[in-house]
Nanobody, 126 residues
Framework: QLQLAESGGGLVQPGGSLRLSCVASGYSLDRYAITWTRQAPGKEREGVSCISITHKATDYLDSEKGRFTIVRDNSKNTVYLQMNSLKPEDTAVYYC???????????????????WGKGTRVTVPS
């Protein structure tokens, strides 16, 4: 089965940047859309961005537009989430999830994902 592993999280000051990586193993990534999601303390998991099998990006949060960029490198079986101008409200555990043969959903649906990584923590102090 497809396995996903996130990395790149950490502590960053407001206004700083991080690049998260989601590395797939077990199968080639090119048949899967990858969605970055996040879960802040005490809140529900929410979709951040999705990149489809055709490399089309879908953003799920108005607050991220212009700050976050999702890209995929199938040769490395990796999807990246570049996060700039980070804010304290971006503090969360970030997870990537896969959906086979997907062009990305218009609205993030937790139950629609096939496989999940274990997450990487991002902390932006206030």
């Amino acid at each position: 089965q497809l396995q996903l592993a996130e990395s790149g999280g950490g502590l960053v000051q407001p206004g700083g940047s991080l690049r998260l990586s989601c590395v797939a193993s077990g199968y080639s990534l090119d048949r899967y859309a990858i969605t970055w999601t996040r879960q802040a303390p005490g809140k529900e998991r929410e979709g951040v961005s999705c990149i489809s099998i055709t490399h089309k990006a879908t953003d799920y949060l108005d607050s991220e537009k212009g700050r976050f960029t999702i890209v995929r490198d199938n040769s490395k079986n990796t999807v990246y989430l570049q996060m700039n101008s980070l804010k304290p409200e971006d503090t969360a555990v970030y997870y990537c999830a896969s959906e086979r043969d997907s062009l990305c959903r218009d609205v993030f649906e937790y139950s629609g994902m096939d496989y999940w990584g274990k997450g990487t923590r991002v902390t932006v102090p206030s």
